[in-house]
């Protein structure tokens, strides 16, 4: 995301591998000289596209986000002069004819009215559907009378493997969209998101993805959406995969937010299970009696070695399901049910 005063140019830095479309499509079908000359190496053989072929069929969906926000007590007449007025800069891009557009929530979070630029120059107002602060996803729709709209496709992120060529694709002005390749760097890292929660099944690539190119499509060899890229971290580039993604836009166009069943405890690694570390005050394992030093074997008769088994567990069952613990305290063993209740926006105390 950037943020900033409506004054300051929106001008994006083009870093590394990151290449204009201009320069992109001055080579017409993407030859292995110009591709060279511009970063974009030809991907491996064996019916996978060249760099040049991805971005010559992603660019025309990936479109421009521009979010306005006037802070509380600025006047409307300071906010037009600019006074008061912060601006969100992002990328995105169409997965259906409906005008549906996939961006980073980070982008649309608290704005009052965003704008979608389209590749051809069209600027239409977008209506926020919803948006998951945690895995930094956002649905927006535009109406599609009158758009030329070029659905991308969401791939299969199960089966991308570290070392897979990439090319991380966004629209930072609105003017043309810029494309950075690489590879993955790993394709299962936890990250912790806004409000403390940890993410877990990130990708990692080491292509640029440039500050308001986030919310755009990480694009694998065979043209599909493996990722939408993301400013989880500033020195490294992350992407939700698109398996996380297609089940929390799901939800996103049923309910508006993600609801996720919550346990309420942290803990650690021990013998023989996890070790809980922390019972939040008033949460689902507070409420069961749980306490910290406690040691969960199982859940449901599922064995837990580690704090992100025993979540990942719990992630599999809806707010208001109950669960059976198998706990060891000092030396005795005994189940304990817990009913799951929603997660808070943040963690409790953080």
């Known amino acids: 995301m950037t943020r900033r005063q409506l004054a300051v140019p929106m001008v994006a830095a083009l870093l590394g591998g990151a290449v204009t479309a ?4 001055a080579g017409g079908g993407g030859s292995g000289a110009v591709g060279r000359q511009q970063g974009l190496l030809a991907l491996e053989t064996g019916g996978q596209l060249s760099a040049t072929e991805i971005y010559e069929r992603t660019a025309p969906s990936v479109v421009s986000i521009s979010a306005r926000t006037v802070q509380p007590g600025a006047a409307a007449f300071q906010a037009d002069a600019g006074n008061d007025l912060t601006l969100s800069t992002g990328s995105g891009f169409v997965i259906d004819g409906d005008g549906r557009v996939i961006t980073n929530a980070h982008i649309v979070s608290g ?3 965003v704008k979608v ?3 051809n120059g069209q600027i239409v107002d977008a209506q926020v559907v919803g948006k998951d602060e945690e895995t930094d ?8 009378d009158g758009l030329d709209l070029r659905p991308l496709e969401l791939g299969d ?3 991308v493997q570290p070392g897979d060529r990439v090319v991380a694709v ?3 002005t609105g003017v043309k969209a810029t494309a950075g390749t690489g590879r993955i760097s790993a394709a299962d890292r936890s990250v912790e998101a806004p409000g403390g929660f940890v993410v877990d099944g990130l990708l990692e690539t080491d292509a640029v993805i440039e500050p ?4 755009g499509p990480l694009m694998g060899a065979d043209g599909t959406v493996v990722g939408i890229t993301s400013r989880f971290g500033e020195d490294v580039g992350y992407a939700v995969p698109a398996d996380l993604a297609r089940s929390v836009l799901d939800e996103l166009e049923e309910s508006h937010k993600v609801i996720r069943p919550w346990l309420g405890v942290r803990g650690r690694a021990a013998l023989g299970g996890v070790e809980l570390i922390e019972v939040h005050a008033n949460g689902p394992a507070d409420r069961a009696a749980l306490r910290p030093g406690d040691i969960v074997e199982s859940i449901d008769g599922v064995e837990v070695h580690t704090l992100a088994g025993l979540l990942g567990e719990v992630d599999e069952r809806s707010v208001g399901d109950t669960v059976e613990l198998q706990v060891v305290r000092a030396g005795s063993r005994g189940n304990i049910t817990v009913r799951l209740e929603e997660r808070p926006a943040t963690v409790p105390g953080g």
Not at 22 to 25: E, G, S, V
Not at 212 to 215: L, T, V
């Open 157 to 159: 992120s199960g089966n």
């Open 137 to 144: 996803l956002a649905v927006l729709r535009v109406a599609a």
């Open 111 to 113: 704005v009052t009215s």
């Open 22 to 25: 201009a320069a992109m499509t």
């Open 212 to 215: 308001a190119s986030s919310g």
């Open 170 to 172: 966004g629209n930072p």
């Open 117 to 119: 630029t389209f590749p």
